[in-house]
């Protein structure tokens, strides 16, 4: 049974950086079939993708956010990382991670973390 | 603004049959598949339809989703009380680089 987890701290300070890891299990994070994403929900809105990250470490960014953030992975960990810069409190929000299948049969993200809340505040 | 655009909201009484639409462009739902998911509040999405149509396994047949050009819908039949709960589109949009789009979100009400 594949599982992620979100981890990391739920209250960062302006303009400090938001770094947060998801833990795979049940899955390598090197699979083929997938890309590993982040996605976010701010108070009372909907979903926003942030990006993802393929099992060749390329990465494909939400372009409204593309200058601030950084996904990577770690193979050896099975986790995959998000650094968001420079945060506002435009960036509080519900923080998932995401498989997301990319082969047939299946095309979308199947699996979710239970999500995580930043703060953004001073 | 988002990419893909969805009804704030739709409503309907239990057994009813109610539809979500998800209109898109030629570079995202015209070329690449639509999923969709299912939110209650304060839990994580839930993928609801993968494929443009294809349930995945647990989701109740009630659930249909199609595609037709560049607009995807999502079917409801049957409406019961549990399906009160908000409800996303997303697709890849492949117009300059690869992004991942979600519509803003139906949000649907039992009446």
């Known amino acids: 049974q594949e599982q992620l987890q979100e981890s990391g701290p739920g209250l960062v300070k302006p303009p400090e950086t938001l770094s947060l890891i998801c833990l795979v299990s049940?899955?390598?994070?090197?699979?083929?079939?997938?890309?590993w994403g982040w996605v976010r929900q701010p108070p009372g809105k909907g979903l926003e993708w942030i990006g993802s990250i393929s099992d060749t470490g390329t990465t494909y960014y939400n372009p409204s956010l593309k200058s601030r953030v950084t996904i990577s992975e770690d193979t050896s960990k099975n986790h995959f990382s998000l650094n968001l810069t420079s945060v506002t409190a435009a960036d509080t929000a519900v923080y998932y991670c995401?498989?997301?299948?990319?082969?047939?049969?299946?095309?979308?993200?199947?699996?979710w973390g239970q999500g995580t809340t930043v703060t953004v505040s001073s | 603004q988002s990419v893909l655009t969805q009804p704030p909201s739709a409503s309907g009484t239990p057994g009813q049959r109610v539809t979500i639409s998800c209109s898109g462009s030629?570079?995202?739902?015209?070329?690449?598949?639509v999923s969709w998911y299912q939110q209650f509040p304060g839990t994580a999405p839930k993928l609801l339809i993968h494929?443009?149509?294809q349930r995945p396994s647990g989701v109740p047949d009630r659930f249909a989703g199609s595609k037709s050009g560049t607009s995807a819908s999502l079917a409801i039949s049957g409406l019961q009380s549990e399906d009160e709960a908000d409800y996303y589109c997303a697709a890849w949009d492949d117009s300059l680089n690869l992004v991942f789009v979600f519509g803003a979100g139906t949000k649907v009400t039992v009446l």
């Open positions: 030629s570079s995202n739902i015209g070329s690449n598949t």
């Open positions: 049940g899955d390598s994070i090197s699979s083929s079939s997938y890309f």
């Open positions: 995401a498989r997301h299948s990319v082969v047939a049969p299946l095309y979308g993200m199947d699996v």
């Open positions: 494929s443009n149509n």
